[in-house]
C-alpha cells in the first residue's frame, strides 16, 4: 500500500520539482507562438490537474505487485517530466518535439494497459492524452516559428 500511495503523488512530487528547476529558464512569453497558444497561467493550473488525475488513475488500477504495469507509468512519468528541461533549459524545441512524440507513444500504450484494468481511470487519463496532443501541436508550431 505505501508504494502505490508513494507512486500515486509521484506525479505531483516529481512536477513540482521540475517546476522549480526550470522556473528560471521560462522564455514561454518570448517565443513566437502559433494560433490558439493559451497564456503562461494555463500551465502550471492544468499540469496540476492532470498530474493529481494521474495519480488517481494509478491508485485505482494498480494492485501491489504489477512490475510492468509500473514500469510503463514510470517510463510515461519520466518522459513527461524531462520534457520540459529539454524545451525550456536546453532550449532544443525539435528534440523535445521528438521527445514528446515518445511520451505521446507511451502514454497511449500506459492508457491501453488502464483499459483492462480500470474503466474509470482509463477516462480520467483522456484529458491528459488531449492536453499531449495540445502540446505537441504548440511544440511543433514553436520548433517551426523560433
Known amino acids: 500500500m505505501k508504494k502505490r500511495i508513494f507512486y500515486s503523488i509521484l506525479p505531483i ?8 528547476i526550470i522556473g528560471g529558464y521560462m522564455n514561454y512569453e518570448t517565443l513566437i507562438k502559433p494560433p490558439f497558444a493559451p497564456p503562461p497561467i494555463l500551465f502550471p ?15 485505482l488500477a494498480t494492485k501491489e505487485e504489477e ?5 510503463l507509468y514510470l517510463l510515461q512519468l519520466f518522459l513527461n517530466l524531462f520534457w520540459p528541461i529539454i524545451f ?8 523535445a518535439f521528438l521527445w514528446l512524440l515518445l511520451l505521446l507513444y507511451t ?11 480500470n474503466k474509470i481511470s482509463t477516462y480520467l487519463q483522456i484529458p491528459y492524452l488531449l492536453w499531449l496532443c ?6 511543433l508550431g514553436i520548433s517551426i516559428l523560433n
Open 67 to 71: 512490475k510492468e504495469f509500473d514500469r
Open 88 to 95: 525550456f533549459v536546453l532550449k532544443m524545441y525539435w528534440a
Open 134 to 139: 495540445f502540446a505537441a501541436y504548440l511544440n
Open 107 to 117: 502514454v497511449v500504450l500506459w492508457w491501453k494497459e488502464l483499459k483492462q484494468k
Open 13 to 20: 512530487l516529481g512536477g513540482t520539482l521540475i517546476g522549480l
Open 45 to 59: 493550473i492544468a499540469w496540476t490537474i492532470l498530474y493529481i488525475l494521474m495519480g488517481i488513475s494509478y491508485f
